[in-house]
């Protein structure tokens, strides 16, 4: 079986701060890791993802994501936050094999303050 | 770009009514799902289906059908409607892409109130 874990539900930061979106997922195979965003009203679009090779990916809005194996993490990073940002963040994990499916953490809201 | 597109973004039903939520998309993938989506408990997956006709059980499959006649439309339905059904529902479609990698296209969500 294979969870995602995301503390918090909200995680606040003032314009042009250091954001840090933490997700530490459960796989018994090595796992794909994706992180989704999902603005006010909108459905969910990917932001970035890690299958194989290099640990650390980037996506889009300047945001990136660092496959720490022995950790179980995947912590979604940017460095200096916008106003545009403020919205629901989702980190999700799937595996190899027919019929896997994407499991989904529970979200954190991300609010940035002026 | 990809688009999936549900048919009604806001939904208000009787409890014992018979609901359904359409979503199409456009870019011939093979695999399509539906979600809900609850405050504090992220995305549960409801169903989802691989090619025309084929459906599998998602996580939370009761009091849902689904169906799929073409590879474009998606339906989901709800038999018999009842209050811990009021949600968000989400669909989402992607290739067939190797096992396990689900890079998924959402729709904008349809908001159900079951009265």
């Known amino acids: 079986a294979q969870s995602v874990t995301q503390l918090g539900s909200h995680v606040s930061v003032s314009e042009g701060a250091l954001v840090l979106l933490r997700c530490n997922y459960s796989?018994?195979?090595?796992?794909?890791l994706f992180w989704y965003v999902q603005y006010p009203n909108q459905g969910l679009q990917l932001l970035l993802k890690y299958t194989t090779g290099a640990t650390l990916v980037k996506g889009i809005n300047g945001f990136e994501a660092e496959f720490k194996k022995s950790e179980t993490s995947f912590h979604l990073t940017k460095p200096s936050a916008h106003m545009s940002d403020a919205a629901e963040y989702f980190c999700a994990v799937t595996r190899t094999g027919a019929n896997s499916k994407l499991t989904f953490g529970k979200g954190i809201t991300l609010s940035v303050r002026p | 770009d990809v688009k999936v597109t549900q048919s009604s973004r806001y939904l208000v039903k009787r409890t014992g009514e018979k609901v359904f939520l359409e979503c199409v998309q456009d870019?011939?993938?093979?695999?399509m799902f539906w979600y809900r989506q609850d405050p504090g408990l992220g995305l549960r997956l409801i169903y989802f289906?691989?090619?025309?006709?084929?459906?599998e059980k998602g996580d939370i499959p009761e009091g849902y059908s689904v169906s799929r006649e073409k590879k474009e439309r998606f339906s989901l339905i709800l038999e018999s409607a009842s209050t811990n059904q009021t949600s968000m529902y989400l669909c989402a479609s992607s290739f067939l892409q190797p096992p396990g990698v689900w890079e998924l296209f959402f729709g904008e969500g349809s908001r159900l109130t079951v009265l």
């Open positions: 870019m011939d993938h093979e695999n």
């Open positions: 796989s018994s195979v090595p796992p794909y």
């Open positions: 289906s691989y090619d025309v006709k084929m459906k």
